[in-house]
Nanobody
Framework: QVQLVESGGGLVQPGGSLRLSCAAS????????MGWYRQAPGKQRELVAA???????NYLDSVKGRFTISRDNAKNTVYLQMNSLKPEDTAVYYC???????????????WGQGTQVTVSP
């Protein structure tokens, strides 16, 4: 089973920046799509940004122009650069991978454990 390990969360002031990283471990041949979801207290989990192996990306409307998703296919790693952070960006951010082909076979989806992002003065 492929595991996703996230890093980079923390506390930042409004207007600040953070960069999240998520590395997929295991013998992996390819991953179709990787992305970031977030869940704030009392709210449903929502897709923040996703990117295909070819580099096509889509974003939640509220983060367009502030967040940038990228991936390094050779390292099976996805990044989320978050700029101009707002208090409403506060949430647990989860890494997600879909369509994973590896030495152990096909895995439809995998989730990271989550990393807390808090935007507060």
């Amino acid at each position: 089973q492929v595991q996703l390990v996230e890093s980079g969360g923390g506390l930042v002031q409004p207007g600040g920046s953070l960069r999240l990283s998520c590395a997929a471990s295991g013998s992996i041949y390819s991953i179709n799509a990787m992305g970031w979801y977030r869940q704030a207290p009392g709210k449903q989990r929502e897709l923040v940004a996703a990117i295909t192996g070819g580099g096509s990306a889509n974003y939640l409307d509220s983060v367009k122009g502030r967040f940038t998703i990228s991936r390094d296919n050779a390292k099976n790693t996805v990044y989320l650069q978050m700029n101009s952070l707002k208090p409403e960006d506060t949430a647990v951010y989860y890494c997600n991978a879909k369509g994973i082909y590896g030495r152990s076979g096909y895995q439809s989806e995998s989730w990271g454990q989550g990393t807390q992002v808090t935007v507060s003065p």
